[in-house]
């Protein structure tokens, strides 16, 4: 499945080369140079103001560098495009609260221009493999933020996406809830192969999902470090979190992070 | 950012101007800015404008004050007293819907023309936003505070003084402003479809008078009085809730 | 408001409601107040149930309908038109929303004298006041309500790659809709209002000119029964909003 000795093989998706971003006279990201290749699940951490939303939004096309570029499969990405999906951290706000879950999923569709006699299937099979099955009726306000985050990348995956960037997606949830989703979206990273760019704030969870986990430093945004996860997968809540080269990995981050924060 | 908003209206002036210049349209209901501005001096000037305006504020004040009196005590006791207001609910839904305009031949026959009939009409509109409006408030107080009185042992009459009505008042003074606005515009209307007194009244003589000039030199000026009357309640509302209910008296 | 026991409460608010038309009968009948003014309520019922039955009271009635319903339809149709060209762009109201805020606070009927200047006592003159009068609250209703949408559903729908038109449609006007449905209910109180001031001072046909004629003439039952009719016409406007309201806003309610 994934690894790392492949990958030097798989061809770039996502590259930052020399990205700066500045509003006015202040730097946001300062010369960032990273490529993730195909089916890569990469992991990004660091302080807040290190600019790793900001990386995100550059990779979603939601903002333009102001020298370098990203490009993403081969292209510029100066706009969003339908095949890199994007999961904000705040459901609440990126949900249609007018729609219900099917509705929602619909959006994507709609925007496709996928043919309405053919959408109700797919969005039933999305919100199953988003552990929602009969769910479609229910209005986001009707469900627990643990749905409703679920309900986002279900309708992230209705673009069948290359690249999903996921912005800190389960920051806002209960712990147990995390674990299920975490483990739920390895499996869909696994089975869709899409390429993943996720940005945390939790350590953790960057080593448990990440093949690689890049280290950003703040003021202005720099890469800091830049780690290979040879974690074996599938991976385990349980018996991953307690092998050896975890506790190290935790460990080295730790410090990195803490020496960034300082 | 300001300027940006004025460039609009500047706009519109000049075109009117030189569009009534150019054209040199003898209208009956069209006039170049200029005649209207004169029109509005020479209205200042001959006192009729004040005394027109010092007839609207003071129907529209004295409903005011009358309306949103009986306004705010039935929605006190309404929502001090639900069974009260559930009894009465009919009834108030059955009365509310009542267009204001359609009492002006009531008040008619009733009251005359004069100060009387307008203040009547204008305390009708009034009263209702102002007992809706103020039973929500009241039933909108935080139940926690209605512990705290307990907690504390406070009197019927302490809980109502120290609680309630001051838990309540930033959104009754939202209320209150509602009221006012729909007051001036009660008055005026009053006054164009029958009272024969007012700003109402002179703008639609100046219309029976072939003056558009003159007509035209009231409606800015009502828009005026709208205007400062609106400004003034804001202000006072952030004046008094600069800190403590700012949030919710700006909603 | 689903407490238990709705229901005799229902009927008592309605036993108290009857208590007051006794009422007003007893005062009626005692002659405590003139019956110049105050006719009683089987007075004003029976000149209700004449005028509609032999008189020419539902045409007035349907008259005035008419008319607040065409000048609402064309203020709204106009209001959320231009709102939403209004609201949409940031630059737009920098320019546009400070007039309309000075504006905002003018009554309507001020400027039914300049209509008349215009367009003459017509049916025309009337729509027009309507329609103008109207447009205010859903304008700005309209404008508010796509001013205030949410940004991040505009990345939504970057992302996933909307049309222009689509995020107008499946975006910022459903996300609008609670706004313009309230600048909705408020411009059909206000239709309501200028019909009927607009008949009383242009002597159009309608039920506020059939008001008028009452008082003129001192029918004072005549009078009533068309306030009456006014009364179940604002009445019954409002219900139709509410179910309106219900029917597109459920997702609010099923949020609560």
């Not at chain 2, 306004?71 to 009919?90: D, H, S």
């Not at chain 2, 009251?111 to 009387?116: E, P, V």
């Not at chain 2, 072939?210 to 202000?235: E, F, S, T």
């Not at chain 3, 109201?93 to 017509?122: D, N, Q, T």
């Amino acid at each position: 499945m994934r690894k790392t000795d492949k990958q030097a093989a798989a061809r770039p998706v996502i590259e930052f080369s020399r990205v700066d971003l500045s509003f006015g006279d202040r730097k946001i990201i300062d010369k960032l140079d990273l490529t993730v290749r195909e089916g890569e699940f990469v992991c990004i951490i660091g302080p807040s103001g290190c600019g790793k939303t900001t990386a995100l939004r550059m990779a979603g096309g939601l903002v333009n560098p102001t020298g370098g570029s990203v490009g993403v499969l081969g292209e510029a990405m100066l706009k969003p495009r339908r095949d890199v999906a994007i999961v904000f951290q705040d459901y609440g706000k990126a949900l249609l609260p007018w729609r219900t879950a099917h509705g929602n999923i619909s959006l994507a569709l709609e925007a496709a221009g996928v043919a309405k006699a053919e959408r109700g299937d797919r969005i039933e099979h999305l919100l199953e493999k988003v552990g929602l099955p009969g769910q479609g009726d229910k209005y986001p306000a009707e469900m627990s933020g643990g749905m409703q985050q679920r309900l986002q990348i279900a309708r992230c995956l209705a673009q069948d996406p290359k690249v999903l960037l996921m912005d800190e997606p389960f920051g806002a949830l209960d712990a147990m809830t995390r674990q299920t989703l975490q483990d739920e979206l390895l499996s869909i990273a696994a089975d869709t192969r899409a390429t993943v760019f996720f940005v945390t704030h939790d350590l953790e969870e960057a080593i448990y999902l990440g093949d690689r986990v890049v280290g950003l430093l703040p003021d202005p945004g720099r890469i800091g470090t830049m780690t290979e996860i040879g974690l074996p997968r599938p991976r385990d809540q349980l018996s991953t979190r307690e092998m050896p080269e975890f506790l190290a990995l935790r460990r080295s981050l730790f410090d990195f992070i803490e020496k960034a924060e300082a | 950012m300001r300027a940006r908003g004025l460039l609009l209206p500047l706009l519109l002036l000049v075109a009117a101007e030189l569009g009534m210049r150019l054209s040199g349209t003898q209208s009956m209901a069209l006039a170049a800015p200029s005649d209207v501005f004169l029109s509005l001096l020479s209205a200042i000037g001959d006192g009729s404008l004040l005394v027109a305006t010092r007839d609207t504020l003071t129907v529209a004040f004295a409903g005011l004050a009358i309306g949103t009196a009986v306004g705010l005590a039935f929605g006190i006791l309404f929502g001090l007293v639900p069974p009260l207001n559930r009894l009465m609910e009919v009834t108030i839904e059955a009365i509310r819907p009542v267009p204001s305009v359609a009492l002006i031949p009531i008040a008619m026959l009733a009251l005359g023309f004069g100060y009387r009939m307008g203040i009547a009409i204008v305390a009708f509109a009034c009263a209702f936003p102002m007992l809706i409006l103020t039973r929500a408030a009241i039933a909108g107080i935080e139940p926690r505070l209605f512990e705290v009185a307990r907690a504390l042992r406070l009197s019927a009459m302490q809980r109502v003084f120290k609680i309630i009505l001051p838990a309540a008042f930033p959104r009754i003074m939202v209320a209150f402003r509602l009221a006012a606005g729909i007051a001036l515009v009660v008055a005026v209307t009053v006054e164009i479809a029958a009272n024969p007194l007012g700003l109402g009244y002179g703008i639609l003589i100046a219309q029976q008078a072939l003056d558009p000039a003159r007509m035209l030199a009231y409606l800015v000026w009502i828009g005026i009085v709208g205007y400062a009357l609106n400004w003034a309640l804001v202000g006072a509302q952030h004046g008094m809730f600069g800190r403590a209910g700012g949030a919710e008296a700006r909603q | 408001m689903t407490f238990r026991g709705n229901l005799p409460w229902r009927i008592a608010s309605f036993a108290v409601a009857a208590g007051f038309v006794l009422l007003w009968q007893w005062i009626a009948d005692l002659k405590l107040v003139s019956p110049v003014f105050l006719p009683g309520p089987d007075r004003a019922w029976n000149a209700l149930v004449a005028g509609m039955t032999e008189g020419d009271l539902a045409t007035k009635l349907v008259a005035t309908v008419e008319r607040m319903i065409w000048g609402w339809l064309i203020a709204s149709l106009a209001g959320i038109a231009l709102g939403a060209a209004i609201g949409i762009s940031p630059r737009m109201r920098a320019y546009v929303a400070p007039m309309l805020e000075f504006l905002r606070p003018l009554p309507a009927s001020a400027i039914i004298p300049v209509a008349i200047a215009l367009l003459g006592l017509s049916d025309a003159m009337v729509l027009f006041v309507i329609a103008f009068g109207a447009l205010w609250p859903v304008l700005l209703a309209t404008i508010h309500g796509f001013s205030a949408v949410e940004p991040r559903l505009y990345e939504v729908g970057a992302a996933l790659g909307l049309t222009r038109r689509q995020t107008i449609m499946k975006l910022s006007l459903p996300s609008a809709s609670p706004d313009i449905l309230a600048g909705m209910r408020l411009g059909l109180t206000v239709a309501l209002i200028l019909a009927v001031v607009c008949e009383m001072l242009a002597g159009r046909d309608g039920l506020g000119n059939w008001i008028l004629l009452s008082a003129r003439s001192f029918r004072a039952p005549d009078l009533y029964a068309g306030v009456i009719l006014l009364g179940a016409l604002g009445f019954l406007s409002s219900v139709a909003i509410d179910w309106t309201e219900q029917r597109l806003l459920r997702w609010r309610a099923r949020a609560r």
